[in-house]
């Protein structure tokens, strides 16, 4: 992974939160309270969860959400920078991440369904009508 000093960083700072573990993903990590996905470490950035409450802090600071490309196309999620000066604040960071915790924890992923194909006859056989 790029940065293991930058991710060594992070995890002493949210030190404090309990079953805190990093998982590799993208070429990055995803940050996990637990079973509660809440952050993203990504290029040198940590990126927290937000949610209509918590968004604006973070605008307020100048700071962007996290984007990937998708299909030729960027896309955003509900994940926006952390601002340095709360990075390096261990109080203030844990309690930002509380905030982050919550808004993963107030809405729940649910799966999208994905429609079957239609299915197709066996070939050399007509569908039967």
């Not at 940065?3 to 990093?22: H, I, N, Y």
Request: proline share 9%; charged share 25%.
């Amino acid at each position: 992974m790029a940065d293991e000093s930058f991710k060594e960083f992070v995890l002493d700072q949210l030190g404090p939160l309990p079953e805190l573990r990093a998982k590799a993903m993208f070429g990055g990590y995803g940050l996990y309270q637990a079973d509660r996905f809440f952050a993203i470490l990504m290029d040198g950035r940590l990126y927290f969860r937000t949610d209509e409450q918590t968004r604006a802090a973070y605008i307020e600071r100048g700071m962007g959400p996290f984007t990937y490309e998708k299909a030729r196309r960027t896309m955003t999620i509900n994940y926006f920078e952390v601002p340095p000066e709360v990075l390096e604040n261990r109080e203030q960071l844990a309690a930002w991440a509380n905030h982050a915790i919550h808004a993963a924890v107030a809405k729940p992923r649910t799966p999208t369904k994905r429609a079957k194909p239609p299915s197709r006859p066996p070939a050399g056989r007509k569908p039967s009508a």
